[in-house]
């Protein structure tokens, strides 16, 4: 028999695969693995999707190339230029366009060791090398990502979410803006908890003066529209930005998706019910948990990264919350394998979580 061709390119042949956290679809689970919001979208969404039926209009030509409506809403809403902010098919699109249009063989990215998995699987995809920073302890968090070995690393492109993904660190903003201000190397600075992180804390109210920053954000968290797909992406690098648009898909988000993202845009009320459910949660959590004998990290997203009570390995705890329908995160041959990582969901669902918990290490 002919022996298949082999029609990779040498990319694609050594192309790594990102594995998701499981995502169920059957009806009566509690899902604290994946960092979605506790609260549905804004009412405003579903009014702005009801008057969309019927608009033939809208699905029969293609959507707007740069995402209007939500483009200019987004410019008027963080006062920035259209022409520093780029509409993308989740935060996840901005971050694989980066990394398209700045990487090669000889231009590496850098992230800490511990932080959105990702990242490497989209390094590594545009041809590029990574390089991983130790983590370094602080108090309250053992897992504490080494800004300045980011920045000293032999590397082009500097990958940080702020807070950071898994442990939720939050890194002061003045100490970013001076890391960056006096770096050579492209920051992207991933607000994707960003809005838990409170006011204040992001780095959008700085792009315009700092050309070697990209800020990327997303509806998926604090908007509670990750089925949707919406993110963003700012920077007032206009030759940056000139490089991202080639390599953007021409319509690389729909016309529903736009126009519902700008609807929970404008719904500032409901916006800051999720934050203030997520901060109430997050602090519920804590209290009971460490109460329960976890280690609980310090964290300004919406998850708790907790080091598991002696009496019970991580891994069986994860196992064990199955069987109660509750999904929480498990890094498996990790350095924290003897922690998870709990996001936080509603009163509810957090209630059932902690009374899950209290029977199976009741039975210890
Ligand atoms: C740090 C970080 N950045 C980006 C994303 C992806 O966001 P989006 O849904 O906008 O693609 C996630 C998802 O959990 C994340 O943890």
């Known amino acids: 028999m002919q022996a298949t061709?082999?029609?990779?390119?040498?990319?694609?042949?050594?192309?790594?695969?990102?594995?998701?956290?499981?995502?169920?679809?059957?009806?009566?689970?509690?899902?604290?693995?994946?960092?979605?919001s506790p609260l549905p979208p804004s009412p405003r969404v579903f009014q702005a999707l009801a008057e969309l039926v019927g608009n033939g209009d809208l699905l029969k030509k293609y959507s707007?190339?740069?995402?209007?409506?939500?483009?200019?809403?987004?410019?008027?809403?963080?006062?920035?230029?259209?022409?520093?902010?780029?509409?993308t098919n989740g935060s996840d699109e901005a971050l694989a366009l980066i990394c398209r249009a700045t990487l090669e063989p000889s231009r590496a990215a850098v992230f800490p060791a511990v932080t959105y998995s990702l990242y490497k699987t989209?390094?590594?995809?545009?041809?590029?090398?990574?390089?991983?920073?130790?983590?370094?302890?602080?108090?309250?968090?053992?897992?504490?990502a080494d800004l300045e070995a980011l920045e000293a690393a032999d590397a082009a492109v500097v990958f940080l979410p702020n807070p950071n993904a898994i442990t939720g660190e939050y890194f002061a903003r003045e100490k970013l803006v001076s890391i960056v201000a006096a770096s050579q190397k492209l920051w992207v600075v991933d607000e994707a908890y960003n809005d838990f992180a409170g006011a204040g804390a992001s780095m959008l109210?700085?792009?315009?003066?700092?050309?070697?920053?990209?800020?990327?954000?997303t509806f998926s968290k604090t908007y509670a529209l990750a089925g949707l797909r919406v993110g963003y992406l700012a920077t007032s690098n206009a030759a940056l930005m000139n490089g991202l648009m080639a390599h953007k898909d021409s319509y690389n988000e729909d016309a529903i998706a736009t126009r519902l993202a700008a609807a929970a845009l404008s719904d500032r009320?409901?916006?800051?019910?999720?934050?203030?459910?997520?901060?109430?949660?997050?602090?519920?959590?804590?209290?009971?948990?460490?109460?329960?004998?976890?280690?609980?990290?310090d964290s300004a997203g919406n998850y708790l990264l907790c080091k598991a009570p002696a009496k019970m390995p991580a891994a069986e705890i994860v196992q064990a919350l199955r069987s109660f329908k509750?999904?929480?995160?498990?890094?498996?041959?990790?350095?924290?394998?003897?922690?998870?990582?709990?996001?936080?969901?509603?009163?509810?669902?957090?209630?059932?979580l902690i009374g899950s918990l209290k029977q199976i290490l009741g039975q210890r």
């Open 64 to 87: 707007h190339p740069l995402g209007e409506p939500l483009l200019s809403a987004l410019a008027e809403f963080h006062a920035l230029d259209k022409s520093a902010l780029m509409v």
């Open 122 to 144: 989209l390094v590594a995809n545009a041809g590029a090398q990574y390089r991983e920073t130790a983590m370094i302890e602080r108090v309250g968090q053992p897992y504490a």
């Open 5 to 36: 061709p082999d029609f990779l390119n040498a990319v694609t042949r050594n192309a790594a695969h990102y594995t998701p956290g499981e995502q169920v679809n059957e009806p009566g689970w509690i899902k604290l693995n994946t960092n979605e």
């Open 326 to 352: 509750i999904l929480i995160r498990y890094y498996s041959g990790s350095q924290f394998s003897d922690c998870v990582r709990i996001s936080v969901g509603s009163e509810g669902e957090n209630a059932k």
């Open 269 to 297: 009320d409901w916006h800051r019910r999720i934050i203030n459910t997520v901060l109430s949660g997050r602090e519920f959590l804590r209290a009971e948990l460490s109460a329960m004998g976890f280690t609980v990290y």
């Open 205 to 217: 109210a700085h792009v315009q003066e700092l050309s070697n920053l990209v800020v990327t954000r």
